[in-house]
């Protein structure tokens, strides 16, 4: 019972001291012009762009639906970004399929027009390539072997086209965004037809794996 008056007491003195706070008017903070109207506003702004608005693409870039002849040609590239959401090649660890919309959400705060490196003073935005986001590829979860031979055939489509800068190259780049490591040898391929025999620096620790005599790996 004692306890029960002293918490009652305790709460009469704090809302005494409560009601001695007393709060400013927003009308002195904030005058009557600058109160924004409630109510429709034509003049509101919804056409200006922000990197967190629009569709998704790696940095910002333009998209460009670089797999239909119609659409690709309306904007020549030179760099082509080219999501392949592949996981079915791995054993137990699935996931790889959200790497093309994971890597695109990291690059969303970068803006091409706003890409200026504090170390070096340039903008590779800006400079001689033009660069797109091609989406994603359809990729089927059914059927491996198909699903490499549409990822082949991206590759083939995407990079025979005329690049915008000629006179740098005639063909067009392409990154991958994987995807699992299945999804580098159509890469290969479609590398190894423009320019012939390449070289793999390969970041992993299942290299022993192979069956052939691994050379020295440096």
């Known amino acids: 019972m004692r306890s029960s008056r002293l918490l009652l007491l305790q709460l009469w003195v704090e809302l005494n001291i409560a009601a001695d706070i007393v709060f400013s008017s927003a009308a002195a903070v904030h005058g009557a012009t600058a109160q924004m109207p409630l109510g429709l506003d034509d003049t509101i702004d919804i ?3 922000s990197q967190f608005s629009g569709l998704m693409t790696f940095a910002n870039v333009p998209y460009v639906n670089c797999f239909v002849d119609s659409e690709a040609t309306k904007q020549p590239y030179d760099i ?17 399929r959200f790497g093309p919309g994971g890597i695109r959400q ?6 091409p027009e706003g890409a200026w490196s ?20 359809p990729l089927t979860f059914l059927d491996n072997t198909v699903a490499l031979k549409q990822l082949g055939k991206a590759h083939k489509v995407v990079s025979s086209r005329p690049a915008n800068s000629s006179d740098v190259s005639t063909i067009p780049r392409i ?14 391929r479609s590398t ?6 390449v070289s793999v620096i390969h970041f992993d620790s299942h290299i022993g794996w192979c069956h052939r005599p691994a050379s020295r790996l440096t």
């Open 47 to 49: 056409m200006s762009d």
């Open 80 to 96: 082509a970004f080219m999501g392949a959401p592949f996981d079915t090649g791995v054993t137990a660890r699935p996931g790889a």
């Open 106 to 111: 990291g690059s969303r705060r970068i803006r």
């Open 118 to 137: 504090i170390y070096t003073g340039e903008n590779v935005f800006a400079s001689w390539a033009s660069i797109v986001d091609c989406g994603d590829v």
């Open 175 to 188: 990154i991958t965004l994987g995807g699992d490591h299945t999804t580098t040898l159509p890469a290969l």
């Open 192 to 197: 190894y037809n423009h320019w012939g025999p």
